[in-house]
């Protein structure tokens, strides 16, 4: 049968390789789940209530919208709300930022260690992946700018960075968008913004409230644990907001999302626990890792990325097997060029400790 008795998918979508969510499968009995960075804590309990609620109205459509939730959002960080849009995670926002800006021939860039949903993203919009070196497992803003062509037209830095929880300070992010033409989209990916804790750091707010061509998406699906609930939004100038809300679907968050993720954001407590829990346990999650004689990337996240010595058992895919019989699911790191390391999402006290005990025990020598 020749090629074209059958369907064929644009040029350039059979490279993508599909992305692979963090899984929780392990050969132990009881499972901690530290894989997809998802929060401990859980969402606000007056956001599982105003999911609750939304059960009674399954037969209606959400609002399109999402009025009470924009407002929200737009009240708590200052924003003008007709600037926000909201999508089913921002993984659908950094989809449609791709299928309405990018076309075949048009060039994207991330860095080495990006985010992967950066790839896909562009792949399936046609254009080409250009991919810039890294310095010290964080953006390097002067090789993105060596990476710029005529052909460039977006560029994706997800800050903090996921899976090494790196990030850029404020300074070196004007000066990525300072040498950036005026037709490139910055898009700043700020999924893990509230648990950054530094001085120089900005979530991108800012830049994208001033500049034209700058862009910053934020998760409901970290701190605000609402990752079961698919919600994200975007901020930036009104022309970019205004094509995001042509190409997205009439209802692309449901109205159980938009209910609680209003909740969330208004839920200051919740979010300053989980922030407080999670610094604590970074610190002490990278001071015992290094302890037991494995190196870790400094981490602003929710997150750490954990090498293992290149000593016969000891890879990361045998410690990996080694926590699963234990009963904690970490993700390996071999599809973003870490092909020894695993990353662990902060969990719960005890599966933190265990984990800690289990590399321990995996490292001692036999
Ligand atoms: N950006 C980064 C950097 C992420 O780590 C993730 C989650 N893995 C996302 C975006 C997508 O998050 P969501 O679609 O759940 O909002």
Redesign the pocket.
Known sequence: MSDKAKPQPRAGILDIAAYVPGDSASTGKRVFKLSA?ETPLGPSPAAIAAFRQAGDHLQDYPDGDATILRQAIADFHGLAVDRIVCGA???EL?ALLAQAYLTAGDEAIYSAHG?M?YRIDILAAGATPVIAPETAETVDVDAVLACVTAKTRMVFV?NP??PTGTYLPFSEVKRLHAGLPGGVILVL?A??AEYVRRNDYESGIELAGAANNVIMTR?F?KIHGL?GQ?L?WAYGPAAIIDVLNRVRGPFNVTASAIAAGAAAVADRDHVDRSVAFNADWIVRLSEGLSQIGLRVTPSVGNFLLIHFPDRDGQRAADADRYLRENGFVLRQMGGYGFPNALRMSVGFDEANRGVLDALGKFLEPS
């Open positions: 960075n995670g921002s993984d950094l985010f949903m997800a960075n996921n990916d999924a893990y998760t699906s990752a698919r994200g």
